[in-house]
């Protein structure tokens, strides 16, 4: 259910004192070992593992020269849970996971003047995926079957959208397992991102409808919890259509896909999309996007050339913006931004968020994206 900025207030009590809770190898290191943590960041987003940093102050020791808890606590590996929100909400005291992984980099500086801080590193629980490239394959397999098995493989609940088509075979050729399961996600127009321990593969919440997902998580305004917002919109990467070409090869006749404007996903009653703005710039002319790629069939070849035209679609509006510090707002939402004129007072999709408590409090940067203005 959308929420407005009025009522995010009230569950976050009136969003006065940010807070956040990190634990490292299940140990809370700021109520238990009383750890100084100078700055806490999280990275989330769609295209590959997220990522977080915190920097801890006060942990060097003049007479022995030597970090604490540097070798042991911070080592390779350390499993990390990281999670922020405000104090003293009646509504909601638990604060929000924004990411479970474990830690990968150390890294510090030795100043001219005071103490060396000590800054941790890491990503969630798919950074593993990324690593290591080898070949498999699977018969008479759908995608879905593909990457439960894979997510499986490293421990990760499999969160998956049927993807409905069987493939006399799934190659895997020479690739990491991440790289695998992103071009599964791409041709099926899914998202592939991991949270906590689940791994989700499914059609990305800007074109769900029928769900909680598909609603804005909140309704933000210029002025009103929306701190900026940099829209731009350009039609250099748009097509008024897609053409998927492959080849039937017991029947030796060619399959054909295609996709074409107006059938971008999030249209949205009377605004354009760039296939439209493109054709009304160069004049009525079409401008098509011909490939040629390996399918076995018309349903196939559709799904592809869908999903190409969506991906080509959701770059014709794109924009970053901050907000106050909002755990709610991560990728694969959507968020409701208004205040900023007929065009870009809209839905958008975001893409990817940045959550940072400092000593200047607690900050939402994001990215969204939209296929119409």
């Not at 990411?99 to 801080?117: D, I, R």
């Not at 006399?168 to 906590?196: H, M, V, W």
């Amino acid at each position: 259910m959308t929420k407005t900025f009025t009522e995010l207030e009230g569950i976050h009590n009136s969003l006065y004192v940010p807070t956040f809770q990190l634990l490292v190898q299940g140990i809370d290191v700021v109520q238990k070992l009383y750890l100084e943590i100078a700055s806490v960041q999280v990275d989330n987003t769609l295209k590959g593992a997220d990522h977080f940093t915190f920097t801890v102050n006060s942990t060097f020791d003049l007479e022995k020269r030597q970090f604490a808890h540097l070798s042991d606590l911070f080592a390779f590996g350390s499993p990390v849970e990281i999670y922020m929100g405000y104090k003293g909400s009646k509504t909601k005291p638990e604060l929000d996971m924004l990411l479970k992984g474990f830690v990968t980099s150390v890294s510090t500086s030795f100043p001219a003047s005071g103490l060396p801080q000590i800054t941790v590193g890491g990503y969630d629980l798919s950074y593993c995926m990324t690593k290591g490239k080898e070949s498999r394959h699977w018969s008479d397999a759908k995608d879905s079957e593909a990457v439960a098995k894979v997510a499986k493989d490293y421990g990760l609940t499999p969160k998956v959208e049927d993807t409905r088509i069987k493939h006399p075979t799934i190659q895997k050729s020479t690739e990491s397992d991440q790289q695998f399961l992103e071009k599964l996600a791409e041709r099926n127009g899914f998202e592939l991102y991991t949270f906590d321990q689940t791994l989700h593969f499914k059609a990305p919440a800007s074109v769900r409808k029928t769900d909680n997902d598909g609603q804005p998580i909140a309704t933000l305004e210029w002025g009103k919890g929306l701190l900026s917002f940099t829209p731009e919109i350009n039609i250099s990467e748009q097509v008024t259509s897609v053409e998927v070409r492959g080849w039937n090869v017991p029947t030796k006749s060619e399959i054909v896909g295609t996709a074409g404007k107006g059938k971008e996903p999030r249209r949205d009653g009377p605004r354009r999309s760039g296939a439209e703005a493109l054709q009304t710039c160069c004049r009525e002319k079409e401008a098509p996007l011909k490939i040629r790629v390996p399918v076995f069939s018309k349903q196939q070849a559709d799904l592809w050339a869908a999903a190409i035209l969506k991906k080509r679609s959701e770059m014709f509006v794109q924009g970053s913006g901050e907000s106050i510090g909002l755990p709610e707002l991560r990728a694969d939402k959507n968020i409701e931004l208004l205040g900023l004129g007929r065009e870009f007072s809209k839905t958008y999709y975001v893409e990817q968020t940045t959550h940072t408590i400092n000593t200047s409090g607690y900050r939402t940067t994001f990215k969204v994206k939209d296929t119409t203005i």
